[in-house]
């Protein structure tokens, strides 16, 4: 079996808290296959130290890359969060573009282009990850490999025209334009590329479905990620899991409780969110003291700006709801600013009686498979979740809400809280089933034989 080489701006160096739905999945993908793991390793030094650092765990070889603080201002801060990230979930207002940035982002991608192509054999597969590194196969190429090479975009591929407002989006286009196969998350974000394609650059649509464009000839499909669901199970049955649900458990007694888990983003929502759980309690007074809502949602450390607004928001909407409502011994939100084990967060999810998973856009979403996954099967909770999830588009039994609807989503709380055993149970074992068909070792391997039968094609 040929080498499996992955790269993407971080990696899970072994012992990190692992936040962030890339670094678990594709983090489970390379422990089972074996393989390396190349990007950057989170430091930031004076000066470029040239080479990269090696060492191995287990049978992951991590391969890192030092920043200096002009490129990880201009490539990380300003290009990837500040300009790719907004655009990416249709934040075009947010966005913040600057030639500049785009400059240090180009240059970093050649720099790592240099040092990736110095690991490489010829037999090697190369497989690279998310909006951080759009012109990293390209740079491969200049550097004469010749090997195929796969992207994975985590995050969703929005309308063409949303793209197009990027100043840099013809140079990023051909860039990308050197992947031999392109993966997005769901069939929406396949298509949303391909018309991209097709009206900003002339791409014609062949009949075997690939496309031609700026002289190649590349292929575009969905490889929906998934968890491991059984994992996911075993640690909502752990010790941690019981203890986390029995603290918990004593504060909020026989309340029934409803559960968010987010990184603090803008795209995931959470004031639209808190707003319905505020508008559940203002229309049904019957639901007063008796419905907690648990959000945990720790601050992205590198949006230090955006993350303050939200963070004021939240703490205001907050703030309003307990205000009016809590009681001596009863309050409504429980806001917490961290981060928790996954063995914490399954034990918390199996406690609760209904999962709210409502971004405004989101690659996929793990949390929705996470929480479907830590179920109890004899009394599983419920899940509302945004149909601007790329989960929504195969958890079709999921309660699904428009996120900017904040009446609807509290009326789909409402009857999330009233449902009964037998449909609840029903609406579970669907979206099981379809965690459990789509887990993580089946998007890896749909996504590697693709690229290896594309490997074959071209001999
Ligand atoms: P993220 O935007 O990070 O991922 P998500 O898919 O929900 O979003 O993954 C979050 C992961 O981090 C989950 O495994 C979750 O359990 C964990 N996590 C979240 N909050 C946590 C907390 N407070 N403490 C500990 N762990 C926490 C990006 C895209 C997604 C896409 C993934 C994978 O934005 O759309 O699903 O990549 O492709």
């Not at 240090?104 to 690991?119: H, K, M, P, S």
């Not at 084990?341 to 856009?361: I, K, M, N, Q, Y």
């Not at 004899?378 to 899940?383: F, K, Q, S, Y």
Request: proline share 4%; aromatic share 10%; hydrophobic share 45%.
């Amino acid at each position: 079996m040929s080498r499996l080489i992955v790269a993407s701006n971080r990696t899970a160096t072994p012992g990190e808290e692992r936040a962030g739905g890339l670094a678990v999945a594709v983090g489970d993908a390379l422990a089972e296959r074996g393989g390396v793991w190349f990007g950057w390793s989170g430091e930031i030094v004076p000066r470029e130290t040239r080479g990269i650092r090696m060492f191995v765990d287990g049978n992951v070889d991590y391969a890192l890359a030092d920043l200096t603080p002009v490129e990880h201002q201009g490539y990380y801060l300003d290009f990837a969060n500040r300009a790719l990230w907004p655009v990416l979930h249709y934040r075009v207002d947010l966005a913040v573009f600057d030639d500049a940035a785009y400059d240090v982002y180009a240059a970093v991608n050649r720099r790592f282009g240099r040092l990736l192509y110095q690991l490489l054999r010829p037999e090697d597969l190369v497989w690279v990850h998310d909006y951080h590194f759009l012109l990293l196969g390209d740079e491969l190429r200049a550097n004469g490999w010749r090997g195929t090479i796969g992207f994975f975009l985590h995050v969703p591929f929005p309308a063409p025209e949303v793209f197009a407002a990027l100043p840099q989006h013809h140079r990023l286009a051909r860039g990308m334009a050197a992947f031999n196969l392109l993966g997005f998350q769901t069939a929406r974000d396949v298509g949303n590329f391909t018309r991209y394609l097709v009206e900003e650059h002339g791409a014609e649509v062949l009949e075997d479905g690939r496309i031609k464009v700026f002289d190649h000839v590349i292929r575009a499909a969905a490889f929906p990620i998934g968890i491991e669901p059984d994992e996911v199970a075993r640690m909502a049955e752990s010790d941690e899991a019981r203890d986390a649900a029995c603290r918990l458990g004593r504060i909020i007694e026989n309340r029934a409780l409803v559960i968010g888990v987010d990184r603090m983003d803008y795209s995931k929502g959470l004031p639209q969110r808190l707003a319905a759980f505020g508008r559940l309690l203002d229309d049904n007074e019957g639901l007063r003291g008796r419905v907690t809502l648990l959000q945990i949602a720790p601050p992205s450390r590198e949006s230090v700006e955006a993350y303050r607004d939200l963070r004021e928001e939240l703490d205001r909407l907050t703030g309003r709801v307990n205000g009016d409502y809590s009681d001596l011994d009863w309050t409504p939100i429980r806001y917490l600013a961290r981060s928790y084990s996954r063995e914490v967060l399954s034990g918390l999810f199996r406690l609760a009686r209904v999962g709210l998973v409502t971004p405004l856009h989101d690659g996929m979403n793990l949390v929705a498979k996470e929480y479907v996954a830590a179920q109890d099967p004899e009394d599983p909770g419920v899940l509302v979740l945004s149909e601007f999830a790329g989960a929504a588009e195969r958890m079709e039994t999921a309660m699904q809400v428009n996120p900017h609807d904040v009446g609807g989503m509290a009326d789909a709380i409402r009857r999330a809280l009233e449902m009964s055993k037998e449909e609840r149970i029903e609406r579970w074992k669907v979206l099981m089933d379809e965690v459990s068909d789509h887990d993580i070792s089946v998007w890896r391997q749909s996504f590697l034989n693709s690229l290896e039968a594309i490997g074959r094609e071209a001999g």
